[in-house]
């Protein structure tokens, strides 16, 4: 028996609604994201997708959560909150995270993007972060343990900064997460550590693997709105997270649709590829 909550094959294809949805919202922010738009604009765009959906915000309400998503900029690592005054600039870094809730099963999911012309180094922070996250999610297979997605990440995130030169660092104090029934649930799933240690991961877990990478030197802190994350040092950071189940063939990333970035897998690893390989649908 886990200790942990496992999804039969039916309740991981609601899941797999709730992750279409959040998917969908994300795919039409990205597109809406230019100089000039409000992060409080992106806000109601969210919002009004997640509920034409039939679907719920998950974060609204969450322990006093003001809003649809987190939009951070720039600094801001995570959990910054949208508003009508935080207008975004040419070059800006924006992660947004988004989570809604379909039939009383969660997806959560976060890109970041930038904002008109962004640097050639920001954008290889992009890439590093996002890279780093599907390194993570090929680890999320039967067999394996919760510390080999976390070593995944850091040796990905580890190696993408030795080739800059720079150095990257994942965000301190922050972890993925079980979920599920409810958006946070065990186990956490931390962003490094040793590989083969940690909980045994087996068909029906769910996890959101969520790397949070900063050129700099990784500490954080929360600002006095109780929220919103920053780097100690001013660095820029990114935040890519995906919703993925473990199935008997492997991962199956919940949050992600053609065009998201769930054909970068390699295809051995079982990753559902375009929302159409039969083996995941028939649930
Ligand atoms: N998806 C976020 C996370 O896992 C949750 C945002 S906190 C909220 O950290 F309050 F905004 F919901
Ligand atoms: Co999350």
Known sequence: ?????????????????????????????????????????????????????????????????????????????????PTQHRRLRDGDLISIDCGAIVGGWHGDAAITVGVGAITREHA????????????????????????????????????????????????????????????????SVPNCGPPGRGPRLVPGMALAIEPMVVAGRGETVVLADDWTVVTADGGWAAHFEHTVAITPDGP??????????DNRVPQQSGIERGGSTPGHTGG
């Open 252 to 261: 199956w990333v919940l949050t992600a649709i053609a065009g998201l970035g």
């Open 124 to 187: 290889e922070l992009l890439q590093a972060c996002e890279a780093a996250l599907w390194q993570g999610i090929a680890q999320a297979r039967p067999g394996g343990r919760i510390g080999d997605v976390s070593h995944a990440v850091e040796q990905a995130v580890r190696a993408a900064g030795q080739r800059r030169g720079a150095g990257y660092r994942l965000a301190e104090g922050y972890t993925g997460h079980g979920i599920g029934s409810q958006m946070h649930m065990d186990p």
């Open 1 to 81: 028996m886990s200790r942990f909550e496992i999804k039969t094959p039916a309740q991981l294809e609601v899941m797999r609604a709730a992750g279409l949805v959040v998917a969908g919202t994300l795919g039409t922010l990205a597109q809406a994201i230019e100089p000039g738009i409000t992060t409080g604009e992106l806000d109601r765009i969210a919002e009004r997708e997640i509920r034409a959906a039939g679907a719920t915000p998950s974060f609204k309400g969450y322990q006093g959560y003001p809003a649809t998503i987190c939009t951070s900029v720039n600094d801001e690592v995570v959990h910054a909150i």
